[in-house]
């Protein structure tokens, strides 16, 4: 019970990569550029939890659901993974949003 949380995390990150792969979204359009862009987003965003944690504010929640490996204190391993997911997610969004809208307003398609 205790890798369900890094498992689900796991599917939903493939199911990113399958989407990523069928559209050509974010890494299989420029991989350089969105290895950069995901490690910079997943490091921002720890920085923001490892602030948060050395202010107090966050706190890792008690479950049987998480493997219990910690990075640091308060910091859960599924955290990375989480951050992962997130960031990909936007940049999927983001590239996909921009998909849509460059292809409804192309001419071919107005005939």
């Known amino acids: 019970m205790g890798l369900l949380y890094l498992g689900a995390l ?5 199911c990113m990569v399958l ?4 559209f050509r979204l974010f890494f299989w359009a420029d991989a350089r550029r969105a290895s950069i862009v995901l490690v910079l987003g997943v490091l921002f965003f720890l920085a923001w939890d490892l602030s948060g944690i ?12 998480m493997t219990g490996i910690l990075l640091a204190p ?3 391993l599924e955290e990375v ?3 992962t997911l997130l960031c ?3 940049m999927n969004l983001f590239n996909g ?3 849509i809208a460059t292809r409804r307003g192309s001419p071919e398609r107005a005939s």
């Open 10 to 14: 796991s599917l939903s990150l493939g």
């Open 19 to 22: 989407l990523d792969f069928r």
């Open 54 to 65: 050395a202010l107090d504010i966050f706190y890792r929640g008690e479950t049987d659901f």
């Open 74 to 76: 308060e910091l859960p």
């Open 81 to 83: 993974f989480f951050l």
């Open 88 to 90: 990909y997610l936007a």
């Open 97 to 99: 949003a921009a998909l």
